[in-house]
């Protein structure tokens, strides 16, 4: 018998989302909440796989008390049992801190596969999936669309989204998958199907259920915090030119812009960037680090973005910018890449990493890092970076923040990331 575990999150429902200022996190009590989507849809699509063949499908989540009602609705979908991780020792848990708890958890029983949703509709980090997989040292398919099981139980074909369409992924098992927009139907239960799923079992587990060494978890196990929180107000006039003859349209268009001074003499007051022909040394704190990306052969347009970015950071907290390229054919990007502000970069070039692989990928990146000792490393938000990034945050356990806007440093030479 398949043996499967999906990975649910209860969620405040977006629209009803508080933060508290003080605690600096979301506001859970009194706001409505539902099971994340995308956990909701791996466990239908875990309910049609076990029309083919026989499957036990067991769902885990971490959360306080009412957490429980998240296990309920997924066992009245077709689940079998439930595991309920829920302590106070758990409060306050970054993305890594929640996968190790995750992981103590699943790593009690023989899980075939393990799902996650790609993402929580709360965070968007999408980093718990590979971290959890990196943990259990399990293979990982992320962004999963479609998956279908070996007669033998013992592989899955999967269709992976990407940001060039998609791949298709023979993946044996046991691994770790995160399921994407569409990998089964988006369906709530009945409250006859609700009523019927309150007999099926929960294990609730403790902190110290799952280890006796409860450090690594919580507060006292994550590596990243929120520090501050900003409200921001748009600035934008928000005028809408409509309902007007194109050529009249323009004309307004162009005299509002003139009358901002646009198309006048205008001097930037920013200080001026370094020569890029003049190459920074090493800094006694490491350098600042661009995971380079590129696709169709060509250097991503958000590579070049990061490499501007790091430039005015890297100033700030006396490091160089290094841009580091994994695959194979790609040393001729090199010139660009220093065109475009990488002091120096590493590359790792051979016909096996000609497309992305996470494991060894994530294998060169991590002992890069570890040899190196970058002050910080700046992976694009792309669908392999994503995926890179969580993997190599939690073999190396750093602290790893997703989407970030902005980045800064506080008076003791921490990073600050911002993020929305």
């Not at 509709?121 to 971290?131: C, F, I, K, L, Y």
């Not at 120096?344 to 994530?362: Q, R, S």
Request: hydrophobic share 40%; net charge negative; aromatic share 4%.
């Amino acid at each position: 018998m398949l043996k499967i575990a999906v990975c649910v999150k209860q969620v405040p429902v977006v629209s009803m989302l508080k933060f508290d200022n003080e605690t600096r996190r979301i506001v859970r009590e009194g706001v409505p909440s539902e099971v994340n989507p995308f956990d909701l849809q791996a466990v239908t699509a875990c309910v049609i796989i076990r029309e083919s063949m026989p499957v036990e499908i067991v769902v885990v989540t971490m959360g306080p008390p009412q957490a429980r009602e998240a296990l309920v609705q997924c066992m009245a979908l077709g689940a079998d049992r439930g595991i309920h991780l829920s302590d106070r020792a758990f409060a306050g848990s970054d993305t890594l801190a929640t996968a190790r708890a995750l992981s103590l958890a699943l790593a009690r029983e023989a899980f075939d596969i393990i799902f996650c949703g790609i993402n929580s509709v709360d965070a968007e980090t999408g980093q718990v999936g590979p971290e959890l997989a990196e943990m259990l040292n399990l293979p990982q398919v992320t962004g999963v669309s479609r998956i279908e099981i070996s007669e033998a139980g013992d592989s899955a074909t999967v269709t992976r989204l990407n940001d060039d369409g998609h791949q298709e992924i023979l993946c044996p098992l046991p691994a770790v998958f995160t399921a994407a927009e569409g990998i089964g139907p988006e369906i709530y239960p009945s409250r006859e199907q609700m009523e019927a799923a309150e007999a099926k079992p929960i294990e609730t587990l403790s902190a110290v259920d799952i280890s006796s060494d409860t450090e690594p978890l919580g507060v006292s196990g994550s590596p990243t915090w929120v520090g501050e929180v900003y409200s921001t107000e748009s600035t934008r006039d928000g005028v809408i030119i409509r309902d007007l003859p194109a050529d009249e349209a323009v004309a307004q268009l162009m005299a509002r812009l003139e009358s901002r001074g646009v198309f006048g003499d205008r001097r930037a007051d920013e200080v001026p960037s370094d020569p890029r022909d003049v190459r920074q040394p090493e800094g006694a704190n490491g350098g600042t680090w661009i995971v380079a990306e590129t696709l169709r052969g060509r250097v991503r347009p958000v590579t070049l973005e990061l490499l501007g970015e790091a430039q005015k950071f890297a100033s700030c907290v006396g490091s160089r910018v290094e841009a580091m390229l994994i695959g194979h054919g790609i040393r001729d990007h090199v010139g660009e890449l220093t065109a475009y502000g990488a002091d120096c970069v590493h590359l790792a070039d051979t016909p096996k990493l000609e497309h992305y692989d996470t494991e060894l990928y994530t294998g060169i990146l991590a002992r890069a890092i570890e040899a190196h000792h970058p002050y910080a490393v700046l992976i694009p938000s792309t669908v392999n970076g994503r995926d890179l990034a969580a993997r190599v945050a939690a073999r190396l356990g750093l602290g790893l923040t997703g989407d970030c806007i902005g980045l800064d440093t506080d008076p003791e030479g921490r990073l600050v990331q911002l993020k929305p």
